[in-house]
């Protein structure tokens, strides 16, 4: 299954449009937090996609939860914005949190920087902002026989 990754659009809808337009044979489209509203916004555009967002510093009155964990292929998938476990600081807080929930795969964001990665069993993919200059997002093909992460630029 086909994921587009994106976080931290901060308001920057055109930057989320043009991601999702880019890779429209993604299946799912995860948010990982601060730009809960344009992603809300967007989602009865494209009624084909399943979204999956969670609740970022900046999303004020988001009703969005602060972590999601799903299973795609059989593989799970721990999804937070990254700013309860001071991912700028560190991914160590990040790490023992997607373990302890039994993940194959960690998603977050916060902290602006792709990120791609693979420690003892885990992925874990921060898919940068966005939005602004340096726009970005990931995008994740996970199958049962693995997962395949890659980063692109707007």
Excluded: W
């Amino acid at each position: 299954m086909k994921i587009l990754v994106v976080s931290d659009t901060h308001g920057d809808t055109f930057s989320l449009k043009s991601a999702i337009h880019s890779k429209p044979d993604a299946e799912v489209i995860i948010h990982c937090g601060d730009g809960n509203s344009e992603f809300e916004s967007l989602k009865a555009l494209y009624p084909q996609k399943h979204f999956i967002g969670v609740r970022g510093n900046c999303d004020f009155c988001s009703p969005a939860s602060n972590i999601e964990t799903i299973t795609i292929e059989g593989k799970k998938l721990f999804i937070t914005h990254g700013h309860l476990y001071n991912a700028k600081y560190g991914l160590y807080n990040l790490v023992c949190a997607a373990r302890e929930a039994g993940a194959d795969l960690l998603l977050f964001g916060h902290t602006h920087s792709p990120l791609a990665d693979y420690d003892e069993g885990l992925y874990i993919v921060n898919p940068g902002s966005c939005h602004g200059y340096s726009a970005g997002y990931a995008y994740i093909d996970v199958t049962e026989k693995g997962i395949v992460t890659r980063h692109y630029k707007l």
